[in-house]
């Protein structure tokens, strides 16, 4: 059974600083695996997918890598800015289903 | 793309009532999902489309719960006999024109459901 977990669960930081949000997976037969945001009380937004064959993406000041023979995903998010500040939640796809299984989320406050 | 919508935003409704919640794709996607999500806790995989075919359902569903998707287009979720433990948030989100690889998924912002 696929268990997605994310580490922290909540991070405060000030204004500028490089961070990294971590999501571990226990089976790593996955089709894909993407990161959201959720902003208090809203729907998610898609950040990043990656592929079960690649190994990062980037967008903006986001990157996120993929390793899938350790379980291991992270979120890297360069220059924070108060505006950035959201749950962050990473989701993967088993081979063989459909389903997102979603981590707990990560909660970052970025502090002007 | 106008995005995913989902109606009604909010809804309170009495224990033992059957409510039911429909959400609108994006134009031409052909993936639906439905998800629940609790305070604190990630959205929890509740049932997929393709097209009109209902591919996968959770085990978490009971009997109490059904979706369709008639016409490929929009999709409806139905609870039944609605329990306190039937407070959630329910997500809507879909993904994939025909041709696309792409799975990111666009999701709605949501039904809030609470039963008293």
Redesign the interface.
């Known amino acids: 059974k696929q268990e997605?977990t994310q580490i922290p669960a909540a991070l405060s930081v000030p204004e500028g600083e490089n961070l990294v949000l971590n999501c571990s997976f226990t089976d790593s037969a996955i089709y894909?695996l993407?990161w959201?945001r959720q902003d208090h009380g809203?729907?998610?937004?898609?950040l990043l997918?990656i592929q079960s064959s690649q190994r990062e993406q980037t967008s903006g000041r986001l990157n996120a890598s993929l390793d899938k023979s350790s379980g291991r995903s992270t979120l890297y998010i360069a220059a924070s800015q108060p505006g950035d500040s959201a749950t962050y939640?990473c989701?993967v796809?088993t081979s063989g289903?459909?389903?997102?299984?979603?981590?707990?989320?990560t909660r970052l406050k970025v502090l002007a | 793309d106008t995005g995913v919508s989902q109606d009604p935003r909010h809804k309170i409704t009495k224990r033992g009532q059957n409510v039911t919640f429909r959400c609108d794709p994006i134009s031409e996607h052909n993936r639906l999902y439905w998800y629940r999500q609790t305070l604190g806790q990630g959205p929890e995989f509740l049932t997929y489309f393709q097209n009109e075919a209902q591919l996968e359902k959770s085990r978490l569903l009971s009997d109490r719960f059904s979706a369709e998707r008639p016409k490929g287009s929009f999709s409806t979720l139905e609870i039944q006999r609605t329990e306190q433990g039937d407070s959630a948030m329910y997500l809507c989100a879909s993904s994939s024109r025909r041709g696309e690889l792409t799975d990111t998924q666009y999701f709605g912002p949501g039904t809030r459901l609470t039963v008293l």
Not at chain 1, 42 to 46: A, I, Q, W
Not at chain 1, 97 to 105: E, R, S
Request: without cysteine.
């Open positions: 997605v894909n993407q959201f809203k729907g998610l937004t898609s997918l939640l989701a796809v289903t459909y389903k997102y299984i979603f981590g707990t989320g």
